[in-house]
């Protein structure tokens, strides 16, 4: 099947990699020159584990083609995807002029009828936004051409991108319009064959969906960080309390990791759009309002919990960052607990010496040279003369540190561990101030 996708992004590059590695026939259009460039040289944008040869593969068969020419892109695919951003707008709802300029572009271009699939998250009527986009421009060019506006929502996760898109636990599909359902079920049968992933339901059901999912996950973040908190003054153990509770199978382990809060694309733009939703329509929504604001708070720990260790005097200190994507397995910064730390720490006088096992490109792209950023070739150089350490990414590789070599590098053997990754008992027997989430012995 002939396939297009706008926006080669996270969301975009993995898809349209994934229909292709199927034998789907994809062109993928972006606005960003220098990505299409690279991407067609073969340099891949992102890091999400397994992409870069199943690009490369595709890319060899003919079946994945990168292009800035929008024209030639909307003449390709019957089925034309948009997959841009849909960053927040000032007020918090998602903005959509990304998504609207390519439904323009769609119409602006098409000679034949074509299924516009919207993959960016999008909210509650956003389909509707598209249609009238694209039936307005087709009237101001006198074409009468057929069209449908599907939501076909994306649930991957960075890190696990390929084999999210690869093996989807579900493939929610929003539109009434049977044609455009079996094409859909047509495109998808490659990953529907070992049982039924397909979920078909109306155009807005799909849109609320995904922030439905994302709140939820969010809601479980939050939730557990509030537990976290009443753990510390009741001198309770949180990872003993999420054991307890994630064995209930009602509950679940995943998700209920207390921690310095939730950061990434999704999550934080996600939860805020969906309480604009719901303020649109004269809805309070009080539990989303509260998911929010316990982030917010939980993302000031790690400064708190280093400020109140050096008496409000971090100017002058030198401090270790382990983690600085928003979580392991990505090099995606955004939202990231660590930005908040690093930006009050550089307020407060202080110099960060970092490193991540993927992030550091997209770190010293979003800041610079400064002269309180050292970013280090390993986590053992971060250490080296630093005050203290702060561990913001569960990273496999900061799980299990050589305790001895870490309270000798470091001129005070202090350790603030936003992931909970240590044992207490063990960090105190061996003499470092520790500091973690909801651990009672930590604070
Ligand atoms: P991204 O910022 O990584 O990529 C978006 C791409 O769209 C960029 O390359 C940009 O240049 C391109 N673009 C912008 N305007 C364009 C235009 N007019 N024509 C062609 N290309 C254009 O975004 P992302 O993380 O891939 O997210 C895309 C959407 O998917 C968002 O709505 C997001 O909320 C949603 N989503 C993201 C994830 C995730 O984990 N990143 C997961 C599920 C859903």
């Known amino acids: 099947m002939k396939v297009t996708v706008f926006g080669i992004g996270y969301v975009g590059l993995v898809q349209a990699a994934i229909l292709a590695s199927v034998g789907h026939d994809v062109v993928c259009v972006d606005v960003d020159e220098e990505k299409v460039a690279n991407l067609k040289k073969g340099i891949i944008p992102i890091y999400e584990p397994g992409l870069t040869p199943i690009v490369e593969q595709t890319c060899k068969d003919g079946l994945l083609n990168f292009t800035t020419d929008a024209q030639a892109g909307v003449e390709h695919g019957e089925v034309q995807f948009i997959a841009v951003g849909t960053p927040p707008d000032e007020d918090g709802s998602a903005d959509l002029k990304y998504v609207l300029a390519v439904a323009k572009t769609i119409a602006t271009y098409m000679t034949s009828p074509k299924i516009v699939v919207d993959k960016s ?48 636990d579900r493939i929610v599909i929003g539109t009434d319009n049977e044609a455009s359902k079996a094409v859909m079920r047509e495109l998808y049968a490659p990953f529907n064959r070992n049982h039924e992933r397909m979920i078909f339901m109306d155009v807005r059901s799909a849109e609320l969906t995904k922030y439905a999912a994302n709140c939820m996950l969010a809601t479980k973040i939050s939730f557990m960080n509030e537990i976290a908190n009443l753990a510390e003054r009741l001198g309770a153990d949180i990872e003993s309390v999420r054991q307890g ?51 917010y708070s939980q993302k000031q720990k790690l400064f708190s919990h280093l400020n109140t260790h050096f ?69 053992e150089q971060a250490l080296k003369s630093a005050d203290a350490l702060v561990v913001c990414t569960e990273w496999p590789q ?46």
């Open 121 to 168: 998250t999008v909210p509650v009527g956003t389909a509707d936004k598209v249609s009238v986009q694209i039936a307005d421009v087709l009237a101001s060019r006198s074409a009468e051409l057929e069209f449908d506006v599907v939501s076909n929502p994306e649930f991957l996760k960075e890190g696990a991108a390929v084999s999210d898109c690869s093996k989807p």
């Open 245 to 295: 509770i994630g064995s209930d199978s009602r509950i679940g382990y995943q998700f209920i990791y207390a921690g310095c809060g939730y950061g990434g694309s999704c999550f934080p733009k996600d939860v805020q759009a969906l309480v604009k939703t719901a303020n649109d329509v004269d809805y309070k929504p009080s539990l989303l309002e509260a998911v929010e604001s316990i982030n």
């Open 311 to 379: 008496a409000q005097n971090l100017a002058g200190k030198r401090i270790a960052l382990w983690g600085l994507s928003f979580k392991p397995k990505t090099d995606d910064m955004r939202e990231a607990p660590a930005r908040e730390l690093m930006e009050a720490l550089w307020q407060a006088g202080a110099t960060v010496q970092a490193y991540d096992p993927k992030a550091m490109e997209e770190c010293q792209r979003i800041y610079g040279e400064r002269d309180d950023l050292i970013l280090c070739g390993t986590k």
């Open 398 to 443: 900061f799980k299990a540190p050589d305790l001895a070599m870490l309270k000798s590098s470091l001129t005070h053997p202090v350790v603030v561990d936003g992931r909970n990754l240590y044992e207490p008992s063990m960090m105190k027997e061996k003499g470092f101030s520790y500091y973690a989430i909801g651990r009672g012995d930590s604070v």
